[in-house]
């Protein structure tokens, strides 16, 4: 069988992991504080905050911007249904605008229609790990004064050319960026998740809120040659991050160069053998952007059944996922008054499939997979 995805974790995961089992700290600790520090770094932000996942993320930016009943998040229905359920969680209300085709992000051409007088944030997801075009979205929330969240998750390594010149995803570009490090991401911590913002205070909000409200945090008292009584000074969450994933999340920081860069190999040869089959449409990246390839998403030709498909490629021994959900076909999203039409949106849920991609796919297992995907557009 070769899966839709395999994270790529070793022997220096598995001593990280002991290593921090041994030491006696295996909750939230000094390992989560340097997994924060380094992927700081690495994403060119002033300030990151590790939590459990990335659903969690996305609830505490939303959070430490006061979004709540009465207020309107633009975003995308073609989502993974977190990014609307974190929104209908804060009492607040999701207005979806459809995406574009190519790259299967945000239209921003259809984004201000939907702003009103109650918009008060965009959480914008840069579906896939294909970046979205921050440059024009930008444009239009800071002239309109409305808050950014980059829904990031599947966008570590990934990057993006504003203003000249290349950045990773997570620098900001936007507010605050949320990434997940669920095994079907780039890298894995097995749950886990990360806000990074250039905003002091927003990271301050975070870290309060994660623990509990809590004002002192346990390394903090831990360490103390004096007693100190904490004090909760917030309505807060559990949203830590533990030790033990840290650890394993610092290995995988150091992977990710090398990840990205075997994904996109596999990207390109993907491109090469199926790049010239009628009615196949592959995704591409605008000049602007460079995605980590997290899932390398097909559109098939109108003539094909897609459940079809699907079902002959796993008779093959080859696991495949349909095109990204549509979370206005959910049934907590069915009476929920829309704006626009998503047709595009709905074509990509329905005309597309994910096919496997993953850093130590070999050439053979992806010549495999194009050629049971050749046979069935050809058949």
Not at 300 to 324: C, N, S, Y
Request: net charge neutral; hydrophobic share 45%.
């Amino acid at each position: 069988m070769i899966p839709i995805a395999a994270p790529l974790l070793a022997d220096e995961e598995a001593d990280a992991a002991r290593a921090v089992v041994l030491s006696g700290w295996v909750s939230q600790g000094p390992q989560v504080a340097a997994f924060e520090r380094e992927f700081a770094a690495l994403v060119g932000a002033p300030h990151a905050c590790a939590v459990s996942n990335c659903t969690t993320a996305l609830q505490l930016a939303l959070t430490a911007l006061d979004i709540g009943p009465g207020d309107e998040v633009i975003t995308v229905s073609h989502s993974f249904i977190a990014t609307a359920n974190v929104i209908r969680h804060q009492g607040a209300t999701p207005v979806f605008v459809d995406i574009e085709p190519e790259t299967y992000n945000l239209d921003c051409a259809r984004l201000e229609e939907a702003v009103t007088e109650r918009t008060r944030a965009i959480i914008v997801v840069h579906q896939m790990g294909m970046p979205c075009d921050m440059a024009a979205l930008m444009a239009i929330a800071r002239r309109r004064g409305i808050a950014v969240i980059e829904d990031a998750a599947c966008a570590a390594g990934s990057q993006i050319r504003m203003n000249g010149e290349w950045a990773p995803i997570g620098a900001p570009h936007g507010d605050i960026a949320c990434f997940s490090f669920h095994p079907r991401k780039v890298i894995t911590t097995g749950e886990g998740g990360m806000l990074t913002t250039a905003n002091a205070e927003l990271d301050r909000k975070f870290k309060l809120l994660r623990q509990h409200g809590m004002s002192v945090p346990d390394t903090v008292r831990h360490s103390s040659s004096s007693v100190i009584f904490e004090e909760y000074v917030v309505v807060g969450y559990n949203y830590r991050m533990t030790d033990m994933q840290a650890a394993i999340g610092r290995r995988q920081l150091e992977r990710l160069p090398d990840l990205v860069a075997r994904r996109r190999a596999v990207a390109a040869r993907y491109a090469e053998q199926l790049g010239n089959l009628e009615g196949l449409r592959l995704p591409s990246e605008p000049a602007w952007a460079r995605s980590n390839w997290q899932s390398y998403c097909v559109r098939l030709p109108d003539r094909l059944d897609q459940r079809v498909v699907m079902q002959h490629l796993l008779d093959k021994g080859i696991a495949t996922r349909r095109g990204i959900m549509c979370a206005h076909r959910e049934q907590p999203y069915a009476g929920l008054n829309r704006r626009q039409e998503l047709r595009q949106s709905e074509l990509a849920q329905d005309r597309s499939i994910l096919l496997p991609i993953y850093a130590q796919m070999s050439a053979e297992d992806s010549a495999r997979v194009s050629a049971a995907v050749r046979a069935e557009v050809e058949r």
